[in-house]
């Protein structure tokens, strides 16, 4: 795979790296480190609901393949018909004031499953609205906060501060699933949720604590001065991403990959219960384990673009992302355990190193007021396949089997690379300067 090389008489990227002066570490970074702190206490949570959610249904509520298939349509389902214009409103607003009140937000639904579970009226029904509802306030979240990352460091700094969000979700991703299972034994799945609450709570403290100005943007019609209509505003940010010789090639990748990782993840914890004998507590393990792959992810993404550079990283990732279904869809009932690890820690550990690097790239290269917008419209295509993915496992998972469902997802998500791969993404060999991207 050949790599991109300079014009004559142009420094090669590794000639610039070198006479670059070196800035200190983010962890030397006092709001880096406020913001670093709010996601690792609020993706600590978010790990114990991520197993939690799904046991409510199938341990409590005794849940059917379809159901557990809606209910991961209904989180992901905001994400098609809220991102465009969570987008507009992120690139008009300050975007602390927006993850602020997205944690408050979520904190408040999460309750309502303990307390209702309390009161003896917890059903589907509320599952779904709350999963509705967390995934509406997701968005906003996840729009604002990518956005937000680059007002807080440097453009050279955004791979080191991306690896370093990896590196909490690593530690989370280990510990939580352990602590999940653990708490689902103890004290059942809708308590355990309550964990997730109480972490929001302690991200919005910490965010509070983040001192760094921020002004409000101003209206992108320098000429008039008004503020366009939030249908241009959109409009420009599907043209920006669309129109973009890099990002609609990334787009194209990450929402295949999404739509056939989901068909076979969305029934996977069903699967591995029922049909495999896994207890929520030998679960838990299982992920606490699998996901020192996010570790590993986490430290070699920016290693390894610099070994073969940035577009054959994004690219080998993709490819090898989906094994992790393979293995899964292979485990024996007799041994599962050796292979749901291995699956886990493959797939753990190339979506990392995938994602440090798609995501780096797409924020160096797009301009400060368009941030928003971007990763609204790169939300909406790659995470607006995972609802449909959702909705065709559990319907497949009720018809053809659990099994041959997760071999569909794992076979479909092999077509994902291929867009990166017949892309100019592929000769990357370093992230571009903004102007020549």
Known sequence: ??????????????EVAATTPRRPSLWRHRNFLKLWSAQTISQFGDEITQLALPLVAIL?????????????????????????????????MRRKPILIGADVGRAVLLTSIPAAFVGGWLSIPQLYIVAFAVGCLEVFFDVAYQSYLPAVVERDQLVEGNSKL????SASSVIGPGVAGFLV????????????????VGAVIMLLFLRRPEALPEPHDSATGARPSMRREAAEGLRYVLGHRYLRYIAACTGTLNLFGNIGQVIMV???VRELGINAGT??????????????????????????????????????SPLSLVLVAMAPPGAPVPFLIAGGVIGAATAVIYNINQVSLRQAITPERMQGRMNATM???????????????????????????????????????????????????AIPDADAA
């Open 283 to 320: 679960l838990g393990i299982i992920f606490a384990i699998a996901n020192v792959g996010v570790f590993l992810g986490a430290i070699g993404a920016g290693r390894v673009a610099g070994w073969i550079g940035l577009g054959p990283t994004i690219v080998w990732s993709a490819l090898l």
């Open 166 to 169: 990896e590196l909490s979700l």
């Open 60 to 92: 409590t509520l005794e849940a059917t393949p379809f159901q557990i298939g809606l209910l991961g349509t209904f989180q992901f389902l905001p994400f098609i018909l809220l991102t465009i214009p969570a987008g507009v409103w992120v690139d008009r």
């Open 379 to 429: 939300r909406f295509i790659v995470w607006g396949t995972i609802p449909i993915g959702s909705i065709l496992g559990g319907v497949l998972g009720g018809t053809i089997g659990l099994q041959a469902t997760i071999w569909v997802g794992a076979i479909g998500s092999f077509v994902g690379f291929v867009p990166v791969l017949l892309s100019p993404v592929r000769s990357l060999e």
């Open 185 to 200: 034994e103890l004290v059942r799945a809708p308590f355990a949720i309550l964990f997730d609450a109480l972490s929001y």
């Open 1 to 14: 795979m050949s790599l991109e090389t300079p014009p004559p008489g142009q420094p090669s990227p590794g």
């Open 270 to 272: 069903l699967y591995v």
